[in-house]
């Protein structure tokens, strides 16, 4: 098993053989193109959870007014089960399945996860400099997209 040590080379391979920067500006865009991932990960997953809470609060609005009735009951139970007791009595509650919803929802998130293992090969070539633009990217996407998470 071969042993992983921080390098700061610049002749580091991007996901393909022949995406290898070697020169100065291809070494700064690939800086500048890892950032703005990184910044672009962040912001899917708040981009998800916004778009979710909105398309559900839609689908909510929608149903007959029987149905909201068994809704809001469910939703109430669930905010109640602070208590050993109220947890022990029931099935957690969850909202029902709606296709739009689920499936943008699933899309977003497999399209984040996706993302976030290409940042984490990059991070495995020991790269510093890679690893840093990434570092600083997360944090900006953070500052930038974490209150709406």
């Given at each position: 098993?071969?042993?992983?040590?921080?390098?700061?080379?610049?002749?580091?391979?991007?996901?393909?053989?022949?995406?290898?920067?070697?020169?100065?500006?291809?070494?700064?865009s690939v800086f500048l193109g890892l950032f703005l991932m990184a910044i672009l990960a962040r912001g899917?997953?708040?981009?998800?959870?916004?778009?979710?809470?909105?398309?559900?609060?839609?689908?909510?609005?929608?149903?007959?007014?029987?149905?909201?009735?068994?809704?809001?009951?469910?939703?109430?139970?669930?905010?109640?089960?602070?208590?050993?007791?109220?947890?022990?009595?029931?099935?957690?509650?969850?909202?029902?399945?709606?296709?739009?919803?689920?499936?943008?929802?699933?899309?977003?998130?497999?399209?984040?996860?996706?993302?976030?293992?290409?940042?984490?090969?990059?991070?495995?070539?020991?790269?510093?400099?890679?690893?840093?633009?990434?570092?600083?990217?997360?944090?900006?996407?953070?500052?930038?997209?974490?209150r709406l998470r």
């Open positions: 098993i071969g042993t992983f040590h921080w390098t700061t080379h610049e002749a580091n391979t991007l996901w393909l053989s022949g995406w290898i920067p070697t020169m100065e500006d291809q070494y700064l899917l997953g708040a981009l998800n959870i916004h778009l979710t809470t909105s398309l559900r609060t839609r689908d909510y609005n929608q149903l007959p007014l029987s149905m909201k009735h068994n809704y809001a009951i469910a939703s109430n139970v669930v905010n109640k089960r602070n208590s050993r007791a109220n947890i022990r009595a029931g099935m957690p509650w969850a909202p029902p399945f709606v296709w739009s919803t689920d499936t943008l929802s699933s899309i977003l998130t497999t399209l984040e996860h996706f993302l976030m293992f290409l940042l984490t090969m990059i991070v495995m070539t020991g790269n510093v400099q890679y690893f840093v633009s990434i570092l600083l990217g997360i944090f900006a996407g953070e500052m930038i997209f974490g």
